[in-house]
């Protein structure tokens, strides 16, 4: 059996008749003809949040316990706070005379030769008669006509 939850309205509520900028909304306040279906929908029980306990067991402590490790010292804890500061900084001075021969990684044959060689780096030096920007187009076309 289903059951309709919106109780129908017999008519129009005449404040809004009235009124023209008051809209009638069905379902929505206290209809004088459904009151007595509005109120069972308001005061039914199956539709209230029934407040049910939510944890059925006791709590296993009432307070917080002391979770650590061993009985508390009082003399180590209050040293332990309220300690000298023992970081040592970054000394300034700390260049020597002395050298170190792995400061610097040397590079395998192959990379020295082609890293350092000026050809593969600059263009001008790779290929002479060589223009930022390529060959204008006017020469180009004046050589090849020619």
Same mark, same amino acid.
């Given at each position: 059996?289903?059951?309709?939850? $919106?109780?129908?309205?017999?008519?129009?509520?005449?404040?809004?008749?009235?009124? =023209?900028?008051?809209?009638?909304?069905?379902?929505?306040?206290?209809? /004088?003809?459904? !009151?007595?279906?509005?109120?069972?929908?308001?005061?039914?029980?199956?539709?209230? /949040? /029934?407040? @049910?306990?939510? +944890?059925?067991?006791?709590?296993?402590?009432?307070?917080?316990?002391?979770?650590?490790?061993?009985?508390?010292?009082?003399? $180590? *804890?209050? =040293?332990?706070? %309220?300690? *000298?500061?023992? +970081?040592?900084?970054? *000394? @300034?001075?700390?260049?020597?005379?002395?050298f170190f021969s792995q400061q610097y990684t040397p590079m395998i044959p192959v990379l020295k030769d082609n890293v350092q060689n000026p050809k593969n780096l600059i263009p001008e030096?790779?290929?002479?008669?060589?223009? %930022?920007?390529? !060959?204008?187009?006017?020469?180009?076309?004046?050589? $090849?006509? @020619?």
């Open positions: 059996m289903t059951t309709n939850l $919106v109780p129908k309205a017999t008519g129009v509520n005449p404040v809004a008749a009235d009124q =023209l900028l008051i809209y009638p909304r069905e379902g929505y306040g206290y209809n /004088n003809a459904a !009151i007595d279906a509005d109120s069972i929908l308001r005061n039914q029980i199956a539709f209230k /949040n /029934n407040r @049910c306990q939510i +944890r059925p067991q006791a709590r296993p402590f009432l307070s917080m316990p002391y979770m650590a490790g061993g009985s508390p010292s009082r003399d $180590v *804890e209050s =040293l332990l706070l %309220h300690s *000298e500061q023992v +970081r040592m900084g970054k *000394e @300034c001075g700390t260049v020597t005379e002395q030096v790779a290929a002479n008669g060589w223009i %930022h920007g390529g !060959i204008p187009s006017r020469s180009y076309l004046r050589d $090849v006509n @020619c």
